[in-house]
Each structure stands twice: as structure tokens, then as C-alpha cells.
């Protein structure tokens, strides 16, 4: 690598995690000014932990996250089989582009249109809408990794044990779903922290009692920053980083 790149790559990590560790050094911050260094301190992180309503509402993320992230590791992995299994068939694009939409869709038009769907049909807006949200653009995300590991499967040992007698359901069961449960925990990790992350989505199509994390930070924020906030999200990046590394973990495992 030339000096050159080493130097841009310095200066592009530099830019995307150095605001992240000035916010994590500040949440240790004792003085209530954020910009303002007073000595180190954990006395935020009690606070945050004897704050209520934001208590309240990291549980609601994480009831809606752990919802949709199943919801999606079902929907996504029976998508990946359909997709793997069954080759060409009528409709078969159509398919491929619908549950890949979400993907690449500005979450604006996704929140819309869920929004516009959810009052159209009188559904409530609450936390069963934030999750049939979230689980729809989670869905496909799970369904690429997943995909990605029956492609590499050796089917072999699948038609060994349908040749031997076994049904359908007891080969998936017995071969297959063994065989790809490291993709499908690293999509639900993944998809948890999608859910987890969101922000937009859910402010289109929550209702009263309905609050998530993010969405709580977001309106803290506009009323002015405090250490608190910083350290409500250190914790939030804590978490992600965790959940992160597992899925890396699961797919380095998936690999070997």
C-alpha cells in the first residue's frame, strides 16, 4: 500500500470513529457542559439507569427488536430456500425484486407507504406495527445471508437421508437447518440491529405507547445535549458492537 492510501484510509477511519470516541470519552465526562471537560465521572450512567421513561423505552426496543428480528430470521430463511431450492419458476423475478425492495429503498418511502397501508386498513399504530415494519426491510437481509450459505451447501448429505427414507420435513429438520443455523443466527443478529438502529421507520409508524430508543434520543436531543445522552448511546454502541461481533463470529464459523 502506498503512502498515499495509507494516508486516506487514516483520514477516512479518522472521520467515520472519531466522533464516536470523543462521544464515548464525554459520557465519562462529571461536568454538564458536553463540550466542557470537568474530570471523570460515572455519574451519568446513574442517571441513565434512574431515568424511567428512557429506560422505557430501550425495553421497548428491545421487545421489538427481538420480535422482528424472529419474525424476519423465519420469513427470510424460508424466502432463501424458495429462491435456492426451486429454480425458475413463474414470477420468479417479481419475487426476487419485492423481497429485496426494502434494501435498497429510502427508509422515508418505506415508513410512508407502511404508514399509509397501517391507516388504510384501520390498524392501530403501536408496537405491533413498528415490528410488522421492521420485520419487512429486515427480511431481506436475512434472506442474503442465508442464500448465500445454501449455495455453498453440499446437498449430498440431503439426498442421502431422503434416499434412506426420510420425509421432507425430517431431512430440514435433521440436515439441512443444522447445517445453516450460523447464517441464521448471524441474520437474526443482523436483523436485530437494524431494529434496534431504526429510527426513521419507526417515527412514521408508531403510536402512543410506542416509543423505542432512538426515537426518545432524538427528541432529548432537540431540547439540548447532555452526558446522559452520550452515555445512553455509548451503551447503545456497546450493544451493537457485541451483537456485531457475534455475527461475525457466527459467519467466520459458517465459513470454516
Known amino acids: 500500500m502506498t503512502p498515499f492510501a495509507r494516508t486516506a484510509l487514516g483520514l477516512a477511519l479518522a472521520f467515520l470513529y472519531a466522533p464516536i470516541l470523543v462521544l464515548i470519552v464525554y459520557s465519562f465526562n462529571d461536568s454538564k457542559l458536553v463540550t466542557v471537560w470537568g474530570g471523570f465521572s460515572t455519574r451519568w450512567y446513574a442517571i441513565l439507569f434512574a431515568d424511567g421513561p428512557l ?14 428480528a424472529g419474525i424476519a430470521g423465519v420469513l427470510g430463511t424460508l424466502a432463501a430456500l424458495a429462491l435456492d431450492r426451486h429454480g ?24 410512508l407507504s407502511l404508514l399509509l397501508l397501517f391507516v388504510g386498513i384501520g390498524l392501530d399504530r403501536g408496537i405491533g406495527t413498528i415490528v410488522i415494519a421492521h420485520a419487512t426491510f429486515a427480511t431481506g437481509f436475512v434472506a442474503v445471508v442465508v442464500g448465500a450459505r445454501l449455495k455453498g451447501l453440499d446437498r449430498s448429505l440431503e439426498e442421502a437421508a431422503a434416499d434412506l427414507g426420510a420425509s421432507p420435513a425430517r431431512v430440514f429438520f435433521g440436515i439441512t437447518l443444522p447445517l445453516i443455523a450460523p447464517s441464521v443466527a448471524a441474520g437474526f443478529l443482523l436483523a436485530f440491529t437494524l431494529s434496534l438502529d431504526d429510527l426513521v421507520i419507526a417515527s412514521f409508524v408508531s403510536g402512543p405507547g410506542a416509543t423505542t430508543l432512538p426515537m426518545r434520543l432524538y427528541s432529548q436531543v432537540r431540547l439540548g445535549v447532555n452526558p446522559e445522552i452520550n452515555a445512553a448511546s455509548t451503551l447503545m454502541i456497546a450493544t451493537v458492537g457485541l451483537v456485531v461481533l457475534a455475527a461475525s463470529w457466527l459467519t467466520a464459523r459458517r465459513g470454516a
Open 55 to 68: 429506560i422505557a423505552a430501550a425495553l421497548v426496543s428491545l421487545k421489538v427488536a427481538l420480535l422482528s
Open 88 to 111: 425458475r419458476f413463474r414470477g420468479r423475478g417479481a419475487y426476487t425484486g419485492l423481497l429485496y425492495a426494502p434494501m435498497v429503498m429510502p427508509e422515508v418511502i418505506t415508513g
